[in-house]
């Protein structure tokens, strides 16, 4: 199945591009079959599906963590983050120092790591929380520290496997919102897990719709970013959330 | 832990203490009981009466060469402590290295664990001597143990699956892996044994003493002569004196522990 890169993106090359890529495990399960999906630099796309249809699989073979047993797998990012389910925030280390972890691997010099981890830490709104540990903020405060750790590498490909989908109602949708302005203000193109529909589509300019290992269905959304919180009231977005549930009504 | 009612009305400290001395008054009961009424006097000799044994306390006699072997002991102890976390720790970051190193190197350790010290005295002895050292020596076999599969479980089983993809995902190396994740998740699992070490090291340096005499005598070594003269009342004394110890070294390491691990984590 063709997919087409989101218009505002389509003259550079993919990101991330997986042409006919399947995934068997060892133990003999096949995880993915053809799987073809690509995401354009700046471009959010969203995988949606139930739980076991391989979609943290796909992010597993985008990050490299895991290798495609058949097809082609292009990783053009020079760096790409991951943000995990949970945040996997290192529990000695303050948030500040969580957010330096990257750049101390990558040998950067520590004024530099710190002053950008700082900025970073500013814009997911925890300037005050910089010297508290993990053990001392809430899950949302979490959530946001690993954002900030993905987004101080300034990543050209950001991975998200389902990284809202332990907190609350109202933490996610705040989250929500951050992100996509911070999706809005950045330019990174962004593979994100979620199995929330109004997630995908608030956050996403496509919308893949997953089952049994395949990916069943393509819905773009139309809207520009940054998108106003609001907006998920409203009733086209409520329309294209509609056909994004029956679509994924009919693929599992 | 003090229960609902009684943090209600005391504080949890006095309400500690207070129990703590109705225990020693309720011991010191039944022990007086016992050396007065069920023994006969012909017999006492088995079990003196508290306040006879408690005399020994003010007998310099007796007091000064006890407290300068439980000393001895101590220092035994510490040094044996010493070296068992410096073998269990190289010992753990050598077995986390591989499956493989951790195959060969895991049955010593649970050798060192289950083979009794009995069976090990005359080897220890005709290596290292019948004195100090030898003493030493046990103190280290007891208290390794702990130390190693404490840090070993640490260092393997306290970073999560998702921690550790993050670190392939910056393309750590291996020593990175070790430094910035492995061993700093290992610190709680590592003071756990350190606290366990302790208070084994402080066995470990008692049976020590007592298998090995030559040089100067350690506790071990005056229990060991106390009972042969029965003098119960030096002997009892001793045996308290060392229980103590043995808590005062557990308390001590406890109070590192939550100290350190408390603050390790920001609390």
Redesign the interface.
Known sequence: MPIEPASRTAQTPPALRLSGVSKTFEDGTTALTGIDLSVAPGELVTLVGPSGCGKTTILRLA???LAPSAGELEISADT???V???P?L???R?ALRNVE??G???HVPREERRARALEVLDAVGLADAAA??P??LSGGMRMRVSIARALVAQPDLALFDEPFGALDEITRLNLQTLLQDLFARGSFGALFITHSVSEAVYLSDRVLVMGRGRIAAEVVVPWEHPRPPEMRYSAEFVAVAGRVSALLEEAS | MTGPTASRTLPGWLTQAISVVAALLGIGLVWTFVSLVVLSPERRFLLPPPTQVLTTLGNPTIMTPMLAALGRTALVALVGLAIAVVVGLVWAVLMAQSRWVERILYPYAVILQTIPILALTPLIGIWFGYGIPARVVVAVIIAVFPMISNAFFGLTSAPTAASHDLFTLSRASRWQRLVKLQAPAAVPSVFTGLRTAAGLSVIGAIVGDFFFQQGAVGIGGLLRVYTLRLTMEALLTAVGLTALFGVLVFSVFAALDRFVVGRWYGR
């Open positions: 990050a490299g963590l790409t983050s991951f995990f389910q949970d996997t290192l529990e000695w303050t972890l990257v101390e691997l990558r508290r540990h053990r001392q």
